[in-house]
């Protein structure tokens, strides 16, 4: 599966199946959360056969059942961190898919294990990510217009017009998508929405920019 087909096929699921993770994917999936930490500076860790988190009254509330498995992003306070978060973590959420698993996005309802993983001095747990084998593939939301989250006067290439495709399909908070992308020159620019979560849903879509673009971007400080 390439990465833009796990981008069309990926959406959340909150029920999942009493089944343990597939050895294979177990292994790719710690390779991969070592390199995104050793990348970003991050200490993501991934959680399994631990059905605590997910066995509360907020979680059925949240309609959550049978979670066993889920990656505890963990980083640095700040909201360079909460960006950071959302762009790795999304990394990780598409290999889950490529390797036949499920996903979601998960920011309150949940109950912090603290012996199910570790945090350093100065790092928080951000947020965490559902996984295992889903008893459905989740079905698709709403998406805005490319109008709806582009500002530009200029006529804009193909691989601008494809990662904004890819961004429209990123999962983020309460599928607000609050961000807008900026197109002057040649040069891309993307800022976030105000409201919770909003820094961790720029990085997702940052991430899915990039997929749909077929380049790695040089993101503007300032204007992210």
């Not at 700040?78 to 998960?106: F, H, I, M, P």
């Not at 993983?117 to 965490?128: M, N, R, S, T, Y």
């Amino acid at each position: 599966m390439d990465m833009m087909r796990a981008i069309k096929n990926r959406h959340s699921v909150r029920q999942y199946e009493d089944r343990p993770l597939d050895e294979k994917a177990l292994s790719a999936l710690q390779a991969e959360i070592r390199a995104c930490n050793e990348e970003s500076g991050l200490h993501i860790q991934l959680v399994t056969d631990e059905p605590k988190a997910f066995d509360s009254r907020m979680a059925h509330y949240g309609k959550f059942s049978g979670v066993q498995n889920y990656i505890a992003m963990i980083g640095k306070k700040g909201s360079r961190a909460d960006e950071k978060c959302g762009y790795y973590g999304e990394r990780l959420v598409l290999l889950a898919q490529e390797l036949g698993l499920n996903t979601c996005w998960v920011a309150l309802t949940y109950r912090k294990i603290k012996t199910a993983f570790a945090i350093d001095p100065g790092e928080k747990l951000h947020l965490v990510i559902a996984l295992g084998y889903g008893k459905t593939q989740g079905v698709p939301h709403r998406s805005k217009t490319f109008d709806e989250v582009v500002v530009t006067d200029e006529k804009t290439p193909d691989w601008f017009q494809n990662g904004i495709q890819a961004a429209l399909l990123a999962p983020t908070a309460l599928n607000q998508q609050k961000f807008v992308f900026t197109f002057k020159k040649g040069k891309v620019s993307v800022r976030p929405g105000f409201g919770p979560y909003t820094r961790s849903d720029l990085g997702i879509v940052k991430y899915h920019f990039e997929i749909g673009a077929g380049r790695k971007m040089n993101w503007s400080k300032r204007r992210s």
